[in-house]
């Protein structure tokens, strides 16, 4: 009877565990990307156990920080001068990207009427 009642205890836990290990997670879906490459590699036996441990172990690459890029950016300046442009280089904010618009308004600016719309049309488009 002991028995019995211990099975029907280490069922039921088991059934509320099982959900847990059933979803993903970070590590499994890597696993898969990396088993997918190596397929696509056509990888077999020690060849394929090796690549996917590399590619268990990489990491992506982090993009470089702000304080970084403005490091580099006033490398050749000293004391005061370097300063000044670091503070003035961790207070900016990234341009934008030009839009189309803009930069086809930049290109056809000298022209006027027709000419200009037929040119901005064209630069929109592509061309």
Excluded: I, W
Aim: one cysteine or more; hydrophobic letters at 30%.
């Amino acid at each position: 009877m002991k028995r019995l009642l211990a099975l029907a205890v280490l069922g039921a836990f088991g059934l509320a565990a099982t959900p847990a290990f059933a979803a993903d997670n970070p590590q499994q879906d890597k696993m898969k990307e990396c088993q997918a490459q190596a397929g696509e590699k056509k990888l077999e036996g020690k060849d394929r156990q090796n690549y996917v441990n590399t590619c268990l172990k990489a990491t992506p690459a982090k993009p470089e920080s702000k304080m970084a890029m403005c490091n580099k950016q006033t490398a050749g300046l000293k004391g005061d001068e370097r300063s000044k442009a670091q503070s003035e280089c961790m207070k900016a904010t990234p341009a934008k990207p030009e839009s189309k618009m803009a930069m086809c308004n930049k290109k056809t600016a000298g022209l006027k009427g027709d000419e200009r719309s037929k040119a901005q049309s064209e630069c929109m488009k592509g061309g």
